[in-house]
């Protein structure tokens, strides 16, 4: 129960954020709808694929269906409030990418898989649904972006899960690595934190 409540919360704000980020865009209903789902489960489609979970699982359990659509009547009802408190939409995207990265983890571990290995499920898990989001929506996925520390917060947050976890109970352990990729993220955007660039002109 209390990793299905951690995916749950997940999947809404991964849900919000793709509503918010198709009504910038002006889609039509459909339109918010399909980007809210693909934010919200593309990241877990694909690791579960990865894992041969299948059917996988948002097929297997329709309440993940019926949050998204929750989701959505709730985003577009009150999208005005919203906006005024997530500042630019990424609040929502950095707690969804928070909870999915150690869902992820989870997964791999029951999987039987490395510790390493479970970190690449996690993160994929957190990320990949934001990069269908931002590939539909025509922009540049927010983790290929030099002045954005993401995928950066899903591994290091992730990772701390697995010291956390000589130190806490298992449930303290999640908690703790999940509130340090949130973490992370509202800090690097809050203090303009980037990743060193590679390029010689400056962006």
Do not use: H
């Not at 979970?53 to 989701?71: C, D, E, H, K, N």
């Amino acid at each position: 129960m209390f990793y299905l409540t951690i995916d749950i919360l997940g999947t809404i704000a991964f849900a919000i954020s793709g509503v918010l980020v198709a009504m910038d865009k002006r889609l039509d209903l459909f339109g918010v709808f399909i980007i809210a789902f693909v934010t919200a489960v593309g990241g877990g489609t694909l690791r579960d694929l990865l894992i041969g979970y299948t059917p996988v699982l948002w097929m297997r359990q329709p309440i993940y269906l019926v949050t998204i659509a929750g989701s959505v009547v709730f985003a577009i009802i009150f999208r005005s409030k919203l906006k005024y408190l997530t500042k630019s939409l990424f609040f929502f995207d950095a707690v969804g990418i928070g909870l999915y990265t150690l869902v992820g983890i989870e997964k791999g571990i029951a999987a039987g898989l490395i510790p390493i290995m479970c970190l690449a499920l996690g993160t994929i898990t957190a990320c990949f649904g934001g990069v269908i989001r931002d590939i539909l929506c025509n922009d540049i996925p927010v983790i290929f972006r030099r002045k954005e520390i993401y995928a950066t917060a899903c591994i290091l947050g992730g990772g701390s899960y697995f010291l956390w976890r000589f130190f806490l109970k298992e449930e303290y352990a999640y908690l703790a690595g999940i509130l340090l990729v949130i973490s992370i993220r509202l800090l690097a955007v809050r203090f303009n934190i980037t990743l060193p660039s590679v390029y010689k002109v400056k962006d």
